[in-house]
């Protein structure tokens, strides 16, 4: 089985503040998403890297895959409190678009 | 707008009890998925299914079985519920090598 690492596994920051979650993994995957889980809900996907060295951003946020396709990062800038959720990363292996989840990272933004 | 629904938000259930989660999608997808998720473990893939009739195992069959008869309906079942199957149960789909769409959810609580 395909493991993804995630770390940190919980996150408490205020307004304003960065940070950095990342995914980690032994495995080469064909894609990387990450999605965001906001209580009561089930994930909804934010952004896909599929390209080695890959990076996008999405307003203030900064995902980059790494160059082996092992792992990425996903960057915050200045933190709001609608940042807070459970943020999931997933390895796609292609069989069906199957995916394997990250441990997930629990962030929370207060004022 | 893209639409997978689940029949129970919550459920308890006694031990031994057969349970049925069901989940329903309208967007013509070819792949559903079942997963459980449990804190620091993310998402685990329990079966999925790329077309009518066709089940594959996930990382985490044991205990459960699906059945697929109709392309919008994915159903996960419990055979006897155990303490140990207590869990949130997510659903999703996809058009293969795109997003997977989930669910709100199953919180399922084994007595």
């Known amino acids: 089985t395909q493991l993804l690492e995630q770390s940190p596994q919980f996150l408490s920051i205020q307004e304003g503040e960065n940070l950095t979650v990342y995914c980690n993994s032994s495995?080469?995957?064909?894609?990387l998403q990450w999605y965001r889980q906001e209580p009561g809900e089930g994930p909804v996907l934010l952004v896909t890297v599929v390209t080695g060295g890959e990076v996008k951003k999405l307003k203030r946020l900064t995902f980059q895959f790494g160059d082996a396709r092992k792992d990425s990062s996903l960057h915050i800038t200045a933190a709001q409190p609608g940042d807070t959720g459970l943020y999931l990363c997933a390895g796609e292996t292609g069989t069906a678009s199957k995916l394997t989840f990250g441990t997930g990272t629990r962030l929370q933004v207060t004022l | 707008d893209v639409k997978v629904t689940q029949s129970s938000r919550y459920l308890v259930k006694r031990t031994g009890e057969k349970v049925f989660l069901e989940c329903v999608q309208d967007?013509?997808?070819?792949?559903m998925f079942w997963y459980r998720q449990d804190p620091g473990l993310g998402l685990r893939l329990i079966y999925f299914?790329?077309?009518?009739?066709?089940?594959e195992k996930g990382d985490i069959p044991e205990g459960y079985s699906v059945s697929r008869e109709k392309k919008e309906r994915f159903s996960l079942i419990l055979e006897s519920a155990s303490t140990n199957q207590t869990s949130m149960y997510l659903c999703?789909?996809?058009?293969?090598?795109?997003?997977?769409?989930f669910g709100p959810g199953t919180r399922l609580l084994v007595l």
């Open positions: 299914s790329y077309d009518v009739k066709m089940k």
């Open positions: 967007m013509d997808h070819e792949n």
């Open positions: 495995s080469v995957f064909s894609s």
């Open positions: 999703a789909s996809s058009l293969t090598g795109k997003t997977q769409y």
